[in-house]
């Protein structure tokens, strides 16, 4: 079956800074990959997610790059703020509305 | 609020005990995914139905874990004679028909003493 890695686990920037987080996947088959913001007690929540028919995608301050012949996916965050601080979890299927494998997440920590 | 809605959102209960756990969907999405997260991880995939079908389960999905969605709306997870290890966040998550992503609801969090 599917297998996402992500790194790194923690991150702390100052804010105003980049953030960028990195996935892998292992099957070819995959072909669509969500990114998912999760605060603490609260549920996953989709903030972008990008199909393998286009390699990259950007919806104001995030952007998420795909690399299909690598099998790897990237999500960009920059202009952090504090607000931005939670866990982000990638993950990887083999359509939309499919099961998804979740990679074990980052924890982003934006600093004054 | 219109999102996945889930009960309860806490649930203790004593090892060997039965839990069962309700997850209403969006109303107009036809396919309901239940996941499992613990502390430090992320979610992982327990079962899905599409309508009232159950589609595929996960290995993790012992044989005292049963989900149904009889009338293909709300679904429910019932967990029989519960062990330490069950401690865990369950989620649902619903999509609908037109290939859309995946929607969570806040999860119920079981802790078995």
């Known amino acids: 079956g599917e297998n996402v890695e992500q790194h790194p686990s923690t991150l702390s920037v100052q804010e105003g800074d980049s953030a960028v987080i990195k996935c892998t996947y292992s099957?070819?088959?995959?072909?669509?990959f969500p990114w998912y913001k999760q605060e603490l007690g609260k549920r996953p929540q989709l903030i972008i997610d990008i199909r393998s028919n286009v390699g990259e995608k950007k919806d104001q301050r995030i952007a998420v790059t795909l690399n299909k012949t690598a099998k790897h996916f990237s999500l960009h965050i920059t202009e952090t703020q504090p607000e931005d601080s939670a866990v982000y979890f990638c993950?990887?299927?083999?359509?939309?509305?499919?099961?998804?494998?979740f990679g074990t997440g980052t924890r982003l920590q934006v600093t004054l | 609020d219109t999102g996945v809605s889930q009960n309860p959102r806490h649930k203790i209960t004593k090892r060997g005990q039965n839990v069962t756990f309700r997850c209403d969907p969006i109303?107009?999405?036809?396919?309901l995914y239940w996941y499992r997260q613990t502390l430090g991880q992320g979610p992982e995939f327990l079962t899905y139905f599409q309508n009232e079908a159950q589609l595929e389960k996960s290995r993790l999905l012992s044989d005292r874990f049963s989900a149904e969605r009889p009338k293909g709306s709300f679904s429910t997870l019932e967990i029989q004679r519960t062990e330490q290890g069950d401690s865990a966040m369950y989620l649902c998550?619903?999509?609908?028909?037109?290939?859309?992503?995946?929607?969570f609801g806040n999860g119920t969090r079981l802790t078995v003493t």
């Open positions: 993950a990887a299927s083999t359509g939309t509305a499919s099961k998804l494998t």
């Open positions: 109303s107009e999405h036809n396919r």
């Open positions: 099957d070819s088959a995959s072909n669509y």
């Open positions: 998550a619903s999509s609908g028909t037109n290939n859309s992503p995946l929607h």
